[in-house]
Antibody
Framework: EVQLVESGGGLVQPGGSLKLSCAAS????????MHWVRQASGKGLEWVGR??????????AYAASVKGRFTISRDDSKNTAYLQMNSLKTEDTAVYYC????????????WGQGTLVTVSS | DIQMTQSPSSLSASVGDRVTITCQAS??????LNWYQQKPGKAPKLLIY???NLETGVPSRFSGSGSGTDFTFTISSLQPEDIATYYC?????????FGQGTKVEIK
């Protein structure tokens, strides 16, 4: 059974930092690009960024709204992806989902349950 | 960035009705168009990939069509369990972008 389990969400003050984790099982994590997508309460889905596999040099890409503040990494030995969020703003408040891109495909086939990040003083 | 314009933003239909949602891309995205279903408090779930391919395990009442800039998602016979918000999403270019969503309710 495929599972993606996010953790690390919580309440943080503006300007603070938080690191989310996404633990994967049930599929070939090391060969998959991992993405983060967020959703503010009552709003739509917004892509945050991605990290590709080792075969693709662990290349990262980010949405303009988070570039320079967020960093995505992965540890294939632990089947885990990470989202380091620095200089957090109130507008970063959202549920953060990790999702995997289908190998040789262009769609998100597996999703985690999401973890809530609240940025507030 | 490629803009995805989805319509309608919400709809109300009766059980058994045919439901259609459209999605228009701001530029040609070939068939790199996917549809997701999201129920309240849950993660999105892939239903249709590459515009018209049904994901394994998804009921056949769901279908998709289109290419280029204009796409359609159809529920052939609406069921109570289909109450959700549906999103289109393109992956022709980074960043992947989503439509604003269509909330489907039962009349």
């Amino acid at each position: 059974e495929v599972q993606l389990v996010e953790s690390g969400g919580g309440l943080v003050q503006p300007g603070g930092s938080l690191k989310l984790s996404c633990a994967a099982s049930g599929f070939t994590f090391s060969g998959s690009a991992m993405h983060w997508v967020r959703q503010a309460s009552g709003k739509g889905l917004e892509w945050v960024g991605r990290i590709r596999s080792k075969a693709n040099s662990y290349a990262t890409a980010y949405a303009a709204s988070v570039k320079g503040r967020f960093t995505i990494s992965r540890d294939d030995s632990k089947n885990t992806a990470y989202l380091q969020m620095n200089s957090l703003k109130t507008e970063d408040t959202a549920v953060y989902y990790c999702t995997s891109l289908k190998s040789s495909g262009y769609y998100f086939n597996y999703w985690g349950q999401g973890t809530l990040v609240t940025v507030s003083s | 960035d490629i803009q995805m314009t989805q319509s309608p933003s919400s709809l109300s239909a009766s059980v058994g009705d045919r439901v259609t949602i459209t999605c228009q891309a701001s530029q040609d995205i070939s068939n790199y168009l996917n549809w997701y279903q999201q129920k309240p408090g849950k993660a999105p779930k892939l239903l249709i990939y590459d515009a018209s391919n049904l994901e394994t395990g998804v009921p056949s009442r769901f279908s998709g069509s289109g290419s280029g800039t204009d796409f359609t998602f159809t529920i052939s016979s609406l069921q109570p369990e289909d109450i959700a918000t549906y999103y289109c999403q393109q992956y022709d270019n980074l960043p992947p972008t989503f439509g604003q969503g269509t909330k489907v309710e039962i009349k």
